[in-house]
């Protein structure tokens, strides 16, 4: 669609904005769940004029391996993303805080694995 | 009698199989051709789903046959006049819109054919049949879907979707004309009904054709000779030159 793509934020915008645009099927992400039970992980995306055609589309790009039981596609300009060069303020505080992480007890052997 | 109803059972698998076969190279055409990469993909499946299918019923014909030819040997090393697909799959695919209305057309009469066949009397039939009919269902989803949305799209891309039925309606008849074969098929209940096999075709294909926007040409005129093997169209033999040739330059050439 027209709008820089929220979910690409490191795409410079300069670039998206005085390029005349071609006029391409929307971009899609791509999510397949590999088995009952696991999560919808994102596997990568695609184009296509609508929600049904980029499902199928992600059916024959992405499932033709046997790799999934769902898809889920949603329309890149509706996710939100964290910028990269906001890294240091979002992520470099939880460096130095191990105390988060709960690895201060001590497990009981009958536990096992965990 | 029993040899009689062999080779006609021989001759119906051939069909089943021609039809697949032919189609399925004709759409491994496009493989790297497409006109955007995911159509590309998609139609490289839809030939891989229809080869596939092919394997089986020409490994099964190849077996009615009794000769010891495999499903390789029936592919590769018949000439025009021993194939039995419909004139229909071996039309040169056009442009995309062109491929997709013919693939829409054949998928139709293949979706309510393979429905049928699920409930052969033959039960190696009937397990092809289940198999491929779920190929099937999503072959005709996706190609109506594309019909509709070229049909129904610019003025441009309906000009050409016009252009490419008034072409290919004519080929339409040929799937639905029944002969000895398709009769003795029927009243064995290995085969449906060929008339019967039209209305479920005609109750799919004329609304997806209305929401399209195009118009169904006036006139039951119908090219036939292509199940029969009595004429094909000139196109099928520049299709298996290209199809053929390695074992044809190479005999018995495996890798």
Same mark, same amino acid.
């Given at each position: ?14 670039? @998206?904005? @005085? ?7 929307? &971009? ?17 995306? &695609? ?15 992405? @499932? ?25 303020? &979002? ?24 | ?255």
């Amino acid at each position: 669609m027209s709008s820089p793509n929220s979910a690409y934020p490191d795409t410079p915008e300069s670039q @998206t904005q @005085t390029k005349p645009k071609r006029r391409e099927w929307p &971009l899609w992400e791509v999510f397949i769940r590999g088995q009952h039970g696991m999560s919808h992980r994102h596997v990568g995306s &695609l184009h296509a004029p609508d929600e049904e055609m980029a499902i199928k589309n992600a059916r024959d790009v992405y @499932t033709r391996r046997n790799e999934g039981v769902s898809i889920w596609v949603v329309e890149a300009r509706h996710i939100a993303a964290s910028s990269p060069s906001q890294k240091g303020p &979002l992520y470099e505080p939880s460096e130095c805080k191990v105390y988060r992480h709960p690895t201060f007890f001590d497990i009981p052997d009958e536990v096992g694995a965990m | 009698m029993a040899q009689e109803h062999q080779a006609q059972l021989f001759e119906f698998l051939c069909r089943m199989g021609d039809n697949t076969l032919v189609l399925g190279h004709r759409v491994s055409e496009w493989c790297g051709h497409a006109p955007v990469l995911e159509e590309d993909i998609a139609l490289a499946n839809t030939a891989l789903d229809l080869i596939g299918q092919t394997q089986m019923w020409l490994g099964l014909a190849a077996e009615v046959e009794g000769k010891g030819r495999s499903a390789d040997d029936l592919a590769m090393l018949r000439d025009v006049w021993d194939f039995r697909n419909v004139l229909l799959v071996e039309q040169p695919n056009g442009d995309f819109g062109q491929t997709m209305l013919r693939q829409f057309l054949f998928d139709a009469w293949h979706l309510a054919m393979l429905t049928a066949l699920a409930r052969s009397s033959n039960a190696r039939i009937a397990a092809i049949a289940a198999k491929s009919v779920k190929e099937v269902h999503y072959h005709v989803e996706r190609s109506g879907d594309t019909v509709i949305g070229l049909g129904d799209g610019t003025s441009e891309s309906h000009q050409r979707m016009q252009k490419a039925l008034d072409l290919l309606w004519p080929y339409v008849g040929e799937m639905f004309v029944a002969d000895a074969v398709d009769d003795a098929m029927a009243s064995a209940g290995i085969a449906p009904d060929l008339a019967a096999l039209r209305m479920e075709f005609d109750a799919l294909v004329k609304p997806a054709l209305a929401e399209a926007t195009l118009t169904i040409p006036e006139g039951g005129f119908a090219h036939k000779g292509g199940k029969s093997g009595f004429q094909h169209s000139e196109h099928l033999g520049h299709l298996l030159t290209q199809m053929q040739w390695l074992q044809r330059a190479y005999p018995g050439a495996s890798w």
